[in-house]
């Protein structure tokens, strides 16, 4: 008797609950975790020591929501896991009971395709698998491609939507794919711009506060801002004027000054203070 495969549209006959392709990606995307849930671990790290230079200061909050995307994301990848370890040893009494970590219950699994294939639910399975590899490759990848460009924040029936939203660096437009909200990127870029503005802090941590929300200025930039200059054989005053000293003496700079000073530069002026 052939059943039809029970992922998506898919329909393709089967003697089992999804068909040979699906189960062979189900068993790939299983093989896949372990590599993910390690790179995700070490997105996360990284996440947490930007966010940890940023502590108590009022207002600039954006890195840590970047680290919020991590770790979410993890969580949810090992949610799944363990809900299809526990179900598919449910449904196999036979076998001994799922390893203790995601990484050795996903290796374990992919041992049984045949197990898999005729699992109840295994079309439901394929889905969760995929999506949650889906959405770890993204995250993942953030650093390389995309930038962070704030919370949605569009009208719900109740609230306002908080999913993340993330656009590569030469984007027009950003999507919400949660409700599909469409915003203009570089308003989007300059709202959250606005909100770091008045956060004061040196220039490494400035540097990091703005690459977090997709502007790149490299800290030793910074600090040539903060230096007197010399024009013509005369000395000027720097451009940038620090408004106090962090704990180790180094000068503090309001964010929304440096970067009044980067975008006046990349008018197309000459600028002679090289
Ligand atoms: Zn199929
Ligand atoms: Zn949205």
């Known amino acids: 008797m052939d059943n039809q495969c029970t992922v998506g549209a898919c329909g393709r006959p089967t003697q ?13 995307a299983l093989k896949s975790v372990p590599d993910l849930h390690a790179d995700l671990e070490i997105t996360l790290a990284r996440r947490h020591k930007v966010s940890g230079s940023t502590e108590g200061r009022r207002g600039v909050t954006t890195p840590v929501m970047f680290h919020e995307a991590a770790s979410e994301t993890l969580r949810a990848l090992e949610r799944v896991v363990w809900h299809w370890a526990h179900t598919f040893h449910s449904a196999n009494k036979h076998l001994s009971s799922p390893p203790k970590t995601v990484q050795a219950a996903c290796e374990w699994m992919a041992r049984f395709p045949a197990l898999i294939a005729s699992l109840d639910g295994a ?5 969760d698998l995929a999506r949650e590899t889906r959405n770890a490759r993204r995250v993942i990848d953030l650093p390389a491609s995309l930038s962070y460009r704030g919370e949605c924040g569009a009208p719900l029936d109740i609230g306002v939507c908080l999913q993340a939203l993330y656009a590569p660096s030469d984007a027009v437009t950003v999507w919400c794919r949660t409700c599909g909200a469409e915003w203009d990127a570089a308003e989007r870029r300059d709202l959250l711009a606005g909100q770091v503005a ?8 400035a540097s990091q506060v703005l690459a977090a929300v997709g502007i790149a200025i490299a800290s030793a930039t910074i600090r040539t801002y903060g230096r007197p200059r010399m024009v013509g054989g005369v000395q000027l005053p720097p451009k940038l004027v620090a408004v106090g000293r962090d704990q180790r003496g180094h000068p503090t700079y309001r964010v ?8 006046a530069n990349q008018a197309p002026s000459i600028n002679c203070a090289a």
């Open 256 to 263: 929304g000054d440096v970067l009044d000073i980067f975008l």
């Open 123 to 127: 079309g439901d399975m394929w889905e």
């Open 16 to 28: 089992d609950v999804i068909c040979a392709g699906h189960t062979a990606e189900l068993v790939a």
């Open 198 to 205: 008045d956060a004061c802090m040196n220039a490494t941590r």
